[in-house]
């Protein structure tokens, strides 16, 4: 799978990327387990890129794999054309690349101001003189955020699931970074909050021309906050179109039984709603199935797709998707 | 008559640092084979409302108020043998969390079949096959290999199948589903809320669906109550509460959630931050975060009102004569 993405515009590009844990099996035998296995694409400067699938389908090791939280088995990733391969490089992406976490309750240090949780990107990489200006960004972050001085000084259990969120993006947002990867950041909290931080994520993005990798299971916030959405299943990649185009025309049959069952918040059309209810689980990666992954709870898979990995092909302008059946669905 | 008949439930928890009004005066009816949705954020008292019906609260909880009527039988009081004949036997329920909610030290048989030998008259073997039957009727994959499994051998879509088996292996006429979804992936989930919408069909019985997924209520239920803080602030059918809305907070969490209508429009978020059931306003509950409260709002709670049919809300919006006395909006929300 070489196929070449890139555009002139492209802030991030990911190659063949993968990632294989050693999972031991006792006595000196360990089986790799392929979290993500070949995956490219490319984010453009200032788009927010979706990326859906279900758990164990690998969407946060992609995430965390490109900021090198894990170390790469295989592939580069390439950050506005410098390629990210030593500590070097690494300590300069790290310096535009950050991260928002899913659980705003434990990635919080409970024995930490949210002063100290805050500057603490700008204490690793000196980013101030004095600690005059170190205070001063640490309120200009939390102004940013809808926090305000009096929250400084106190600690993280002092403050409830949205606000901690609003904490923990303060922290990505200290080294002002060009790029941001946010891992389910809305799905902990209550629906009347999350409206709150997707309002936020939105402005920041257009105050500070941010670039996000926003990575979630809820395909009506996905289709809310990006701009192009990519589906994984089982490690892979299997679809990649813009957000409007991926909704009212999903080519590869994993998305269209994905967003068939997402359950609308309207009654007549949940009523009226075709599902495509997959049967069975998603296979462990562990024993992933030959060929296309998906063949295993696909209505449309033949013999071929047992046979090989289809190739991820771009079959509209912009629309990419791996399936062998394409051309006859 | 009801099936069930809750009114003015009141539930509190007596902790540290005083009494938490977890539940304050909720009343519904829920007839037979009707699919009844309570929705609400964290801490609103959904669950235990769910869980004073079933009268399995933690020891701090109690129920202070109001009756619980069952088939034309009082629960709040009902010694502890009474509670033991409709637990789980005309009146079960399926929890969130089906990891930490089936015993990992016994099998699924074992946990199975313990239910209908408690409840029924089927000696052992009887009970078996009637646990097959129930791991049939929802769709489980060879059976007679899972009856000798343990929980950790199965998936989470497999495990809340069985919660479900065993939830409704003595037929009960009511199934109380506390966020049965809200650990599953988004294509699991649909197997599973079809499996319960065939499964009602089949079996007629009446099902609270409690969440906090406004998606999952569209598509599941019949009528629908709204909570917050501990009280229901609106109730009407599906229908009434999605398409047309009359209380405030309700309004809000419409706004707030993606969907058609306001895809690439901002979302508009309800403000604030939710309630703190220790340091409860004076007034409505909600008024601190309500965009339209009025000076009323701020010091007296509105009653409910009738909007015809099954349609109630507790707003003061809703009361014409009130909101044009006080039409002054309260600029200052301290």
């Given at each position: 799978m ?19 844990f050693?999972i ?21 400067r ?28 295989a ?20 310096k ?20 100290d ?10 980013l ?9 960004r640490v309120?200009e ?8 001085s009096e ?11 949205g ?8 922290r990505?947002l ?17 629906v ?16 500070l021309?941010?670039t996000?990798?926003f990575?979630?299971h809820?395909l009506?916030v996905?289709?809310h906050?990006s701009?192009?959405?990519a589906?994984?299943?089982l490690g ?7 957000a409007?185009?991926?909704y009212?025309?999903?080519?590869h049959p ?8 997402v ?18 689980d998603?296979?462990?990666p562990?024993n992933?199935?030959?060929?296309c992954?998906f ?8 013999e071929?797709c047992a ?7 771009e ?15 | 008559m009801a ?11 007596f902790t ?12 519904f ?10 929705v609400?954020e ?8 769910a ?14 108020g ?15 043998n ?6 789980g036997?005309r ?13 990992p ?21 009887e009970a ?6 129930m ?5 489980v ?13 199965l ?6 199948r ?14 109380i589903?506390?966020e049965?979804?809200?650990?599953l992936?988004?294509?699991?989930q ?10 009602q ?6 099902i ?6 406004l998606g ?9 109550i ?10 009407g ?10 209380h ?8 707030s ?6 895809n ?13 059931l ?9 008024a ?8 009323v709002?701020l ?22 004569d009130?909101a044009a006395?006080?039409?002054?909006p309260?600029?200052?929300k301290?």
């Open positions: 070489n196929v070449n993405l890139s555009k002139k515009q492209d802030l991030l590009e990911v190659r063949g990327l993968k990632e294989y050693d031991n099996m006792g006595f000196f035998r360990t089986r790799p387990l392929k979290a993500v296995d070949d995956v490219s694409f490319s984010i453009r200032g788009e927010t890129l979706g990326l859906v699938g279900e758990s164990g389908c690998g969407k946060t090791t992609v995430g965390r794999t490109i900021l090198h939280l894990y170390k790469p088995t592939g580069t990733v390439v950050y506005d054309g410098m390629e990210i391969n030593d500590p070097r490089s690494l300590k300069e992406f790290r535009k690349a950050t991260m928002v976490f899913q659980d705003p309750y434990s990635s919080l240090n409970p024995r930490m101001t949210v002063s949780i805050v500057a603490e990107p700008l204490d690793v990489h000196h101030y003189n004095g600690k005059k200006e170190r205070e001063e309120l972050l939390l102004s940013l955020v809808g926090l305000n929250h400084a000084s106190r600690y993280a259990h002092e403050f409830s699931g606000q901690r969120q609003r904490i923990g993006i303060a990505a200290a080294v002002n970074p060009e790029f941001i990867v946010c891992d389910e950041p809305v799905s902990a909290l209550d009347s909050i999350q409206a709150q931080v997707i309002n936020m994520f939105d402005d920041l993005q257009d105050r021309g941010l996000y990798l990575i979630a809820d009506l996905v289709r906050i701009n192009r959405i589906v994984m299943y892979k990649m299997v679809e990649l179109a813009s409007e185009e991926i009212r025309h999903p080519l994993y998305s269209q039984s994905l967003l068939s069952a359950p609308l918040p309207d009654p007549r059309k949940a009523r009226a709603n075709k599902r495509i209810v997959l049967t069975g998603i296979p462990s562990l992933a199935p030959s060929g992954p063949r295993t709870r696909c209505r449309f898979a033949k071929c046979e090989s990995m289809p190739p991820f092909n079959v509209e302008n912009g629309h990419f998707v791996a399936c062998h059946r394409i051309g006859e669905l | 099936l069930l008949e809750v009114k003015d439930l009141r539930t509190s928890f540290d640092a005083g009494e938490v009004k977890a539940v304050d005066g909720v009343s009816e829920l007839d037979r084979g009707r699919v009844l949705g309570i609400g964290s801490g609103s008292g959904k669950s235990v409302t869980y004073s019906i079933m009268q399995i609260l933690a020891p701090t909880g109690k129920i202070v109001g009756s619980i009527r069952f088939d034309g039988q009082e629960l709040i009081g009902a010694d502890e009474h509670m033991r004949r409709v637990r036997n009146i079960s329920i399926i929890f969130q969390d089906p990891m930490t909610s089936l015993n030290t016994y099998t699924i048989g074992h946990q199975l079949m313990e239910a209908i030998l408690l409840h029924t008259g089927r000696n052992k073997s078996r096959d009637r646990a097959l039957e791991l049939t009727l929802v769709n994959n060879e059976p007679h290999k899972r009856l000798k499994q343990y929980p950790f051998e998936s989470g879509g497999m495990r809340q069985v919660m479900i088996a065993m939830a409704l292996a003595c037929e009960p006429d009511i199934l589903a506390d049965p979804t809200t650990a992936d988004v294509t699991i649909a197997q599973i809320l079809e499996l319960m919408q065939d499964l069909k089949k079996l007629g019985m009446a609270i669906m409690i969440t906090h997924d999952v209520v569209a598509q599941m239920c019949d009528e629908v709204v909570m917050y803080a501990g009280a229901v602030c609106e109730r059918t599906a229908d009434e509460i999605f398409y047309t809305p009359a405030e907070y309700t309004k809000g969490l419409m706004r959630i993606p969907r058609d209508e306001n690439g429009q901002r979302l508009r978020p309800i403000t604030g931050t939710p309630i703190d220790l340091n409860m306003p004076r007034g409505c509950p909600f601190p975060r309500c965009e339209n409260a009025m000076k709002c010091t007296q709670r509105p009653g409910i009102m009738d909007l015809g049919g099954s349609h109630t809300s507790a707003c003061w919006m809703n009361y014409k009130t006395a006080c039409a002054a309260e600029g200052d301290a």
